[in-house]
């Protein structure tokens, strides 16, 4: 058996200070790619804005994901995604 030797990326670490109400999000390709029936995509600014808006009004971590969610499906017209749509929201208490 051969075996090739894996490609390591290298990613810029840094630190940042958490203070109670900030939020960690994190979504798949999936949000970001769902397109609707013109075939464009959610896209990364409607993503962010998204999440923004829902961080300014102090969304609850469930909140905000249906908030994600939801925005996707209206854009979609609750279309079938090709890929999964996952968002992960941590609230710091």
Do not use: W
């Amino acid at each position: 058996m051969c075996l090739k030797k894996a490609k390591v990326k290298s990613y810029k670490m840094i630190d940042i200070q958490l203070r109670p109400g900030d939020y960690i999000v994190l979504i798949t390709d999936g949000i970001i790619e769902a397109d609707n029936e013109q075939g464009e995509i959610f896209g990364f600014d409607r993503t962010a804005h998204t999440i923004l808006q829902g961080c300014k009004e102090k969304l609850h971590s469930e909140q905000l994901i249906d908030r994600v969610i939801d925005a996707v499906n209206t854009f979609s017209n609750n279309e079938q995604q090709g890929d999964d749509m996952t968002c992960v929201v941590v609230q710091v208490e």
